[in-house]
Structures are given as structure tokens and as C-alpha cells.
């Protein structure tokens, strides 16, 4: 079985742009969260998504939003990038809501 | 005040040792808790769920949640080079709400052999 896929695995973006996160969640899963690991730091909620529906939304500026689509794929976007957004972005995705969550690899975000 | 606090560590055992992971937190709403285990340059990966206090034990580990106090541990026996990682603690609010995870800032462990 596949397990929750994100791409890209690395990206390094130029303060002030725009970067989309991608995201696949394991055949079946109907919830999908995403997630800011900070280095030295536990993982940071961002969003959570189920049934296409926002159900979640951490402490994070607007510059940061996201979707769920029909196959429960998800994006995540950040805009006008920070040195700050430099982190490991989670993605992880349950069959339930409430735990029991499974999470991707991630994506090592550099802003320079 | 941290909704979850895990002291960061780093914590070095010779293998075979028994070794204790704790977090605590301030948060009496909390229903599920879990512990997640994280190699470097991966995602957490979960080790052990419980939803009521008492202990839960799954080969060489068990995790333990003592409600009352607000405290959740792990332990692992007969540790292991390969138990070598970081080892985050998680906790959420329950059914009905969203499952946004808490962490703990995670507790480095090494083994050696």
C-alpha cells in the first residue's frame, strides 16, 4: 500500500514568492491535515480537511491557505514567502477525524 | 505556558537500558494521545495510540497516561540502536472536534551499542 505521498521533497523558493505543496493521502482516507516542522520543534498544525471541507485552521497569517480536492488530494500555498517559512512541511491523513493519523515524508522548504 | 511539554533531551542509553519519555500537559479536554517516533529527514511515524488513562503495551513499548495529573509517558525496553530517533508526543481533543494534533517539541533519544 502506498503511503501518504508529498512532492516535491525538496524546494528552495527566493523571499517574496509563492510555492504550492502537494499532497496524496492513502487510498481511502477522507481527512488530510498539514503541518509546519520548524527544526529543533515539534510539528505546528496548520489545516486539517475533510470531505473537502475546512475543519481546522492553526495560529498561521493568511499568507497561508489551502484545498482539498474531489480524489481528497490536497494543496497547501504560501504567499509572499519569509525567511521565518523555512521548515519541514507535513502532510498527514486519517480515515477518522480524530487520530490515528499517518504522515507523509514531508517537504523541506529553504526561503533564501 | 505550553499546551504540551517534552523536555527536548538529548538522551543517550547504552542498548539493552530501559528507557522513559514524558510529556505533560495543561489541557484537561485532551482525549487521545499518542506517540509518533521521527528518523531524521522523515515524517513521524506512529508508535502507540490510548484514549484512557492506564497503560497500553505493544512489544518493547508501553505507553502509560495518567489523567489526573496530566501526564503521558513511554517506555521502551531492551532499547535498541535502531530506537535511535526522535520521539514526539501528540495529543487531541476527541470526536466531534477537529483532529488538530498537539506535539510536544519532541525528545532526541540515542542508543549506542
Known amino acids: 500500500d502506498a503511503g501518504v505521498t508529498q512532492s516535491p521533497t525538496h524546494l528552495i523558493k527566493t523571499r517574496g514568492q509563492h510555492v504550492t505543496l502537494r499532497c496524496s493521502p492513502i487510498s481511502g482516507h477522507k481527512s488530510v491535515s498539514w503541518y509546519q516542522q520548524v527544526l529543533g520543534q515539534g510539528p505546528q498544525f496548520i489545516f486539517q480537511?475533510?470531505?473537502?471541507?475546512?475543519?481546522g485552521r492553526g495560529n498561521f497569517p493568511d499568507r497561508f491557505s489551502a484545498r482539498q480536492f474531489p480524489n481528497y488530494s490536497s494543496e497547501l500555498n504560501v504567499n509572499a514567502l519569509l525567511l521565518g517559512d523555512s521548515a519541514l512541511y507535513l502532510c498527514a491523513s486519517s480515515l477518522l477525524l480524530d487520530y490515528g493519523y499517518t504522515f507523509g515524508s514531508g517537504t523541506r522548504l529553504t526561503v533564501v | 505556558q505550553k499546551e504540551v511539554e517534552q523536555d527536548p533531551g538529548p538522551l543517550s542509553v547504552p542498548e539493552g537500558a530501559i528507557v522513559s519519555l514524558n510529556c505533560t500537559y495543561s489541557?484537561?479536554?485532551?482525549?487521545?494521545f499518542m506517540w509518533y517516533r521521527q528518523y531524521s529527514r522523515k515524517g513521524p511515524e506512529l508508535l502507540m495510540y490510548?484514549?484512557?488513562?492506564g497503560n497500553k503495551e505493544d512489544g518493547r513499548f508501553t505507553a502509560q497516561v495518567d489523567k489526573s495529573s496530566k501526564y503521558i509517558s513511554l517506555f521502551i525496553r531492551d532499547s535498541q540502536p535502531s530506537d535511535s530517533a526522535t520521539y514526539l508526543c501528540a495529543m487531541s481533543f476527541g470526536s466531534g472536534n477537529t483532529g488538530k494534533l498537539i506535539f510536544g517539541q519532541g525528545t532526541t533519544l540515542q542508543v549506542k551499542p
Open positions: 490510548t484514549y484512557s488513562s
Open positions: 489541557n484537561s479536554a485532551f482525549q487521545y
Open positions: 480537511y475533510y470531505e473537502k471541507e475546512e475543519r
